[in-house]
């Protein structure tokens, strides 16, 4: 019922994830950076403490008593993640949902899911799955192989998508993906992926702020909401610098207050997407009180993810005009992520 639970749990996490930049296409007149920045302020300022303080009341005493370490790290974790969430942004809009999704996570699924592993491998800890523990266990090689089939079944979306780029007209890309460019959007795309795993990390480094909240007797499917907190604060930092450079060097501050642009929607939406970010950890940390911080966690979120993007890709008619091969290779890549995110949950119950 755990490993059952855990997966429900992620499911919701993934299709928030794979579904928040839906909601930024509404926005109508601002630029990137503008109403990128705004979905980020609920993403990591705004909504984060709220979930806490309804969920781990009295989350700032535990933030407060924590130790310096725990907070340098976790915020570090956060700042370099945020890097890995700023060029995530850059990756989806000039590769559109479907491929720029697959890139993007299938690095960041093979890094988030296994250099912990290696760590607890190198550095022993009670409780946490080593990769010592994947390779000589019958549970942990049934998990290791549902990382592999799903960094497959990525390889296949990605190819998929390589495909649609050489088949489609240009003038039907930009259609589907406004500012359509394949060399640029891989560059940042694969940096992102891999930056994006320091998330992983960073909920490592804040697990005593995490167990502290379960020890004063709060709900454990809560208990990294607290740790977010933290971990976001870095992520924020990042993403709001990064942010203020380009609205300076491309002069984009009035979007802020043109009343040309439908300004009440343009807010309305930018928050919604920002809110809807925030709801993929919310769930992610409920799936992992059931499943555990390890590969199993990371991989399912990151394959539901792949999943409920590129389903809103073929919505967002982001695959209209390609050949049947092409669309038998995107649904071969679902089809063999469904498969990994089957073996990951066999390997849980077993476990």
């Known amino acids: 019922m755990h490993a059952f639970l855990g997966i429900i749990f992620h499911f919701i996490g993934g299709f928030a994830s794979g579904s928040f930049y839906v909601p930024f296409k509404k926005v109508k007149g601002w630029h990137w950076e503008s109403y990128w920045i705004i979905g980020g302020l609920f993403s990591w300022l705004v909504v984060p403490p709220l979930a806490a303080w309804l969920t781990v009341p009295g989350f700032e005493a535990i933030i407060s008593a924590s130790s310096g370490d725990t907070i340098k790290y976790t915020m570090l974790f956060g700042v370099l993640w945020g890097f890995g969430g700023l060029t995530y ?20 699924s093979a890094f988030g899911a296994l250099v912990p592993s290696i760590y607890y491998s190198i550095y022993p800890t009670a409780g946490k799955t080593s990769f010592h523990d994947l390779l000589t266990t019958t549970w942990g090689r049934i998990v290791l192989a549902g990382v592999i089939v799903c960094l497959l079944g990525i390889y296949i979306c990605g190819r998929a998508g390589l495909m649609k780029e050489k088949e489609m007209p240009e003038e039907e890309k930009k259609k589907s993906v406004t500012e359509f460019n394949l060399v ?22 804040g697990k005593p702020m995490a167990e502290a909240a379960v020890a004063a007797g709060m709900n454990p499917l809560f208990q990294n909401n607290v740790t977010y907190v933290v971990l976001l604060w870095g992520g924020l930092a990042t993403n709001f610098i990064w942010c203020m450079i380009l609205n300076t060097r491309n002069k984009t501050f009035g979007d802020y207050i043109n009343s040309r642009t439908p300004l009440l929607n343009n807010y309305f939406f930018a928050g919604l997407a920002g809110t809807t970010w925030f709801m993929q950890f919310f769930f992610y940390g409920m799936g992992e009180s059931k499943l555990g ?48 995110v089957i073996l990951v949950g066999i390997g849980n119950s077993l476990k």
């Open 184 to 205: 640029k959007g891989l560059v940042v795309a694969i940096f992102s992926g891999i930056m994006s795993a320091c998330f992983n990390f960073g909920i490592e480094a």
């Open 89 to 108: 942004g850059l990756g989806v809009r000039y590769l559109g949902m479907s491929l720029g999704n697959s890139v993007v996570l299938g690095f960041c």
């Open 293 to 340: 911080n390890g590969a199993s966690s990371w991989i399912l979120h990151m394959a539901f993810i792949i999943l409920i993007a590129n389903m809103w890709g073929i919505v967002l008619k982001e695959w209209k005009g390609v050949s049947s091969k092409t669309k038998a290779t995107i649904t071969a890549g679902i089809a063999t992520i469904i498969l990994s």
